[in-house]
């Protein structure tokens, strides 16, 4: 049985948490998310866990099941040394995109901080997860705990039969390809049960690595003569049957690599699988944590406006609160651009803003929404229909621009000194915005790298072409090692061109070949 409150009767006094109290204050939260703000969640289930279970998930990238691998007790040791010494903090809570919604809640946390903590994860994220259009696409929260308990086991198994070395040579050889294992805009369609049962049974059967051969074997077939023309035969002959240019790197080598047994195949699928499940979040950081935040700071008012938390628990929520949306300044030592949460609760409160009191500027930039009589509507359509770029781009306001003080500088290597060249004006306004939407575009941050060619007849050497942006080149010599563990998953030699599209001239050129 959980407790009733009244009005005047706060749930909780002091910092002391139980089980039955999480339950109480738990359903006081879900009344006012689900019928005042509207939010549709998946069911809870929360976790209460210590440190150092809070360390391991964080090495994990916070799953609850994961796979062994070196990589991940390296960040443990290194996380858990900085807590230890008090270099850095952890945080409040852990929350998983699946069905139902896990939330991890530290076990050091007061009640007040308990209450915010459910009130940010648990509904604001929560309901992020559910209905924000990259999740619903892209990912199968219901269906994730049962891959990973998969995935955790297949490797487990790899392990006794193969050995620990041979499965790890493979997971670092993913692991260093995993930006560059996921679709960004387009995926291949999914199969159907009949098309899975078949491919299961292949593998069952040992029988992929034929169907791999049979690529290298037929597909230059009837292309007999050694002139130019049979040249570009051959090379159109490749385009088609392996699907070239292919950004998605892992997937490329899971599916044509000459020499990957299909147990190793597997295990490639799984470290794409993977990355492709987290790419969502990477692309609305800002939305997402900006969902989660205006959330909570919306339901601890409520809260209290409501007698159910006392002011001092309140203060304990704010002064938490105050520290997470907090942008430092460029000349503060803490630093580092711009703080996604303030970033995105304070453009969240700004539309609220414009929907209660527009003004003049407000309703000539944003007509569709200005004085609209419901901003709860306005803001879960945000939160379902945009990611980080298009949300900025489309709700960043002159008001907000001039609150964080946003201008652009331009940084031209032909120019001895740095140019504002975009400032408070209306023309400087759309520049800013469009700008900054930029730099969280994924496509403008992380190199675009694509299989273009492979010599089939040759001595099979796989061709890359990185497509240089903004006269951006990679660092030669981690690209030089990352091309060793390409090599390794191909089998054969593996060479990269760095290509400047503006100029249309190849600036670098690396290969796996000896020199």
């Known amino acids: 049985m959980t407790e009733t409150a009244t009005a005047s009767a706060p749930l909780f006094n ?26 549709d969640v998946y069911p809870n289930q929360i976790e209460i866990i210590s440190s150092e279970q809070m360390l391991d998930a964080y090495s994990c990238v916070g799953l609850p099941l994961m796979y062994q691998h070196w990589s991940f007790g390296k960040h443990f040791v290194r996380d858990e040394t900085y807590y230890r010494k008090g270099l850095t903090g952890l945080a409040y809570e852990i929350v998983i995109n699946s069905n139902p919604c896990i939330s991890y809640n530290m076990e050091e946390n007061s009640m007040a901080m308990q209450t915010l903590v459910m009130a940010h994860a648990a509904f604001g994220h929560n309901h992020f997860f559910k209905n924000n259009y990259l999740f619903r696409d892209w990912t199968d929260a219901s269906g994730i705990h049962d891959y990973l308990a998969f995935a955790k086991n297949f490797v487990a198994r790899c392990e006794e039969r193969y050995g620990v070395d041979e499965v790890e040579a493979i997971l670092d ?10 679709f960004r805009y387009g995926r291949p369609p999914r199969p159907t049960s009949q098309e899975l049962q078949a491919m299961q049974q292949r593998r069952d059967e040992h029988a992929s690595q034929q169907s791999v051969l049979d690529l290298w074997t037929d597909s230059t077939m009837g292309v007999a003569e050694d002139t130019e023309d049979t040249h570009l035969q051959a090379r159109q002959i490749r385009q088609e049957d392996l699907n070239l240019p292919q950004e998605n790197l892992l997937y490329f080598l899971e599916k044509n690599s000459p020499t990957l047994q299909p147990w190793q195949r597997e295990i490639v699928r799984i470290v794409r699988f993977l990355a492709q499940y987290l790419y969502p979040q990477k692309q609305t950081k800002v939305m997402n944590e900006g969902c989660a935040t205006f959330v909570h700071y919306y339901i601890v008012n409520r809260l209290y406006e409501k007698g159910l938390i006392t002011q001092g628990a309140l203060m304990e929520i704010l002064h938490s609160h105050t520290s997470v949306v907090m942008q430092p300044d460029f000349n503060d030592p803490r630093f580092s651009g711009l703080n996604p949460y303030a970033l995105g609760f304070a453009m969240m409160q700004d539309i609220r803003r414009i929907c209660e009191e527009p003004t003049d500027e407000d309703r000539e930039w944003f007509p569709e929404i200005a004085g609209h009589s419901d901003w709860k509507a306005v803001l879960r359509e945000a939160w379902s229909n945009y990611r980080d770029e298009s949300f900025i781009l489309q709700f960043l306001s002159p008001h907000l621009i001039r609150k964080f003080k946003l201008f652009v500088l331009t940084d031209d290597t032909k120019h001895p000194e740095l140019v504002v060249s975009q400032i408070h004006n209306a023309s400087g306004y759309r520049r800013i915005r469009q700008v900054l939407a930029q730099s969280y575009d994924i496509a403008q941050v992380e190199p675009d790298i694509q299989v273009v060619d492979v010599d089939l007849k040759g001595d099979r050497e796989l061709k890359l072409c990185h497509n240089i942006q903004d006269g951006i080149q990679l660092d030669q010599t981690g690209c030089a090692e990352v091309l060793k563990h390409v090599k390794q998953l191909w089998g054969y030699e593996v060479s990269l061109k760095g290509r400047d599209h503006s100029s249309d001239t190849v600036a670098y050129e690396l290969s796996t070949k000896p020199s």
């Open 173 to 182: 050889a993913a692991h260093a390809l995993r930006d560059q294992g996921v």
């Open 14 to 39: 002091g910092p002391d948490w139980t089980f039955e109290l999480l339950g109480t204050v738990h359903d006081a939260i879900e009344e006012i998310a689900l019928n005042e703000l509207g939010l």
